[in-house]
């Protein structure tokens, strides 16, 4: 199984932790499209940030998913291709390309992240509208509300979707020029596939 598959359901098991935490229900005026409105919220905001700043200054380890013996592989921040720790020897044009794909890989990791964290924020307001839905006798207004929301909350995971086809287009172009990096070339069409079925 490869990481693309377990990152969508990752990505909800997210939401539902969020559900279930501690904190006071927040009020609606404090919810934007850009910022986390709850505690958890910004906790896993701050906690993505850590994350994609660690990506953009590291290494990038590729997948070794399927392919039994193979040395691990990184990119690094300078594109250079590390196979079991050593450099392959490589020219301008695949140094312009492992760049492009550790870009691709960033950007997929972002708009997973900001997803994380508003799929915190969407199912710490759901368990709030919940209660005060039970409480106030509204419970069908409230219903119809949390629907919607999450019906947009759903199309946003979607959206991610997209990340994969132009990293599948370099990936390939990759695996064409730079044979050595053809063992880590695990994504293919399925996976987008699989990213808009589910």
């Given amino acids: ?7 969508l359901p990752l990505l909800a098991c997210l939401a539902l932790l969020a ?6 229900p927040p009020t609606d005026a404090a919810t ?7 505690v958890v919220g910004k906790v896993v905001g701050k906690a993505m940030s850590k994350v994609r700043a660690k990506m953009e200054s590291g290494n990038i380890d590729l997948d070794t998913a399927g392919r039994d013996g193979a040395p ?4 690094t921040p300078r ?14 044009a695949q140094r312009a390309l ?3 794909y550790r870009g691709d890989i960033i950007d997929l990791a972002v708009a997973g992240a900001d997803l994380g964290t508003k799929g915190a924020d969407f199912g710490m307001r759901a ?26 909350f759903e199309a946003q995971a979607r959206e991610i979707c997209k990340h994969l086809e132009p990293m599948l287009e370099t990936q390939q172009r990759l695996a064409a020029q730079l044979p050595e990096f053809r063992p880590y070339a695990t994504m293919d069409q399925s996976d987008i596939d699989d990213c808009r079925s589910e």
């Fill in 1 to 7: 199984m490869n990481r693309t598959r377990l990152f």
């Fill in 19 to 24: 559900a279930c935490g501690h904190d006071a």
């Fill in 32 to 38: 934007s499209a850009d910022a986390p409105a709850t």
């Fill in 72 to 75: 691990k592989a990184a990119i």
């Fill in 79 to 92: 594109g250079d291709l590390l196979i079991g720790g050593r450099p392959v020897a490589i020219d301008d």
């Fill in 98 to 100: 492992l760049l492009a």
């Fill in 127 to 152: 368990a709030g509208k919940a209660l005060r839905g039970a409480f106030s006798g509204s419970h069908d207004q409230v219903e119809a509300e949390i629907e919607a929301e999450a019906s947009r």
